[in-house]
């Protein structure tokens, strides 16, 4: 996982612009996340799904209050299926690139973690931390 100023999948792969970022603010700003998932050889043609969470410093969800006055958790995800080319070695992992840009997140100052989980799983390796600044004084 990796933040960006933006992030787009073409042909089956990630370009990135404004990479490598674990700081921002104080003031919003739009923002992408990339993903490279590799898939296991023998978990090809298999549906799986993803989902990828914004939580806070205590590991709570980010909910944002909606046009609708509703409160909805900083989330995305779906499902997905990679299939093996033919001719690939077996054993050889499978790449699912995915991108995606938000708007401007109106954040609190302080540490946040995106956490990718697949088929209900995650690891610690799976998580993504940034930090948005206070204002200067």
């Given at each position: 996982m990796l933040l960006?100023?933006?992030?787009?999948?073409?042909?089956?792969?990630?370009?990135i612009v404004g990479g490598g970022w674990s700081q921002t603010g104080p003031e919003p700003a739009p923002f992408g996340?990339?993903?490279?998932?590799?898939?296991?050889?023998?978990?090809?043609?298999?549906?799986?799904?993803?989902?990828?969470?914004?939580?806070?410093?205590?590991?709570?969800?980010?909910?944002l209050e909606t046009d609708d006055d509703e409160d909805q958790p900083v989330a995305?995800?779906?499902?997905?299926?990679?299939?093996?080319?033919?001719?690939?070695?077996?054993?050889?992992?499978?790449?699912?690139?995915?991108?995606?840009?938000s708007t401007p997140l109106p954040l609190e100052p302080?540490?946040?973690?995106?956490?990718?989980t697949i088929d209900g799983e995650s690891h610690q390796d799976w998580t993504l931390a940034f930090t948005v600044r206070s204002e200067e004084v």
């Amino acid at each position: 996982m990796l933040l960006a100023d933006y992030a787009v999948v073409s042909d089956g792969k990630l370009t990135i612009v404004g990479g490598g970022w674990s700081q921002t603010g104080p003031e919003p700003a739009p923002f992408g996340i990339a993903l490279l998932i590799q898939v296991p050889w023998d978990q090809s043609n298999t549906v799986h799904a993803f989902a990828v969470q914004l939580l806070d410093a205590d590991g709570e969800p980010v909910v944002l209050e909606t046009d609708d006055d509703e409160d909805q958790p900083v989330a995305f995800g779906g499902d997905f299926e990679v299939g093996r080319p033919p001719g690939l070695k077996p054993g050889t992992p499978l790449d699912f690139p995915v991108a995606m840009n938000s708007t401007p997140l109106p954040l609190e100052p302080g540490r946040y973690e995106w956490r990718l989980t697949i088929d209900g799983e995650s690891h610690q390796d799976w998580t993504l931390a940034f930090t948005v600044r206070s204002e200067e004084v």
